[in-house]
């Protein structure tokens, strides 16, 4: 199995281009998250969703959009990317708290 | 959301036990304490959870006081690729009247020396 494969891995974006970042998982997994990582900081939550059709905000959702359309993909969209939206950015799914949470390897966006 | 309060760095002796603690006062009744580190900027990885009683699988043990106001993660014999950002968060069981996202801290960083 894959896990949760994030793609691209690295992105460079001029100030107001718009991207979207993939997210996948092969586990069957329900929950599904988006955090940002600012350096030498922790993850914050940006948006989560419980199953297909179904999402909700984290702590900093500003600029960022999210949809579920199937149980595999979750991808995360940048509207009018900022500077203040360079980060890395993690995708995680679950099936239960009962194994824990697997996560991507990231994608390193800089917004120039 | 229960916060959790975690020591900004400790540092670790190869081969000995390291130690992480964690406060979390302010727990509820059906909140899980889960562990997670992070490996040099890597995806974090799921170490261990508990609700109450001390649980161990083959990565670490976690122990919980009686009264659930905090934990500690024990690491038996640290090796060198133990160096990471622990995490401690508290969380509600998935499928609970609430969603159970997890909420990271700043974490412990844990140096492992030779």
Known sequence: ????????????LKIGQSM??????DMNHNYMYWYRQDPGMGLKLIYYSVGAGITDKGEVPNGYNVSRSTTE????????AA???????????SHSNLLGAFFGQGTRLTVV | DAKTTQPP?????????????????TIS?????????QIHSQGPQYIIHGLKNNETNEMASLI???DRKSSTLILPHATLRDTAVYYCIVSYLHGSSNTGKLIFGQGTTLQVKP
């Open chain 2, 29 to 37: 009744g059906n909140e899980y304490v889960y562990w997670y580190r």
């Open chain 1, 20 to 25: 979207t970042l993939q997210c996948a998982q």
């Open chain 2, 9 to 25: 760095s400790m540092d670790c002796a190869e081969g000995r036990a390291a130690n992480l603690p964690c406060n979390h006062s």
């Open chain 2, 64 to 66: 919980i006081t009686e």
């Open chain 1, 1 to 12: 199995n894959a896990g949760v494969t994030q793609t691209p891995k690295f992105r460079i």
């Open chain 1, 73 to 80: 993909d979750f991808p995360l969209r940048l509207e009018l």
């Open chain 1, 83 to 93: 500077p203040s939206q360079t980060s890395v950015y993690f995708c995680a799914s």
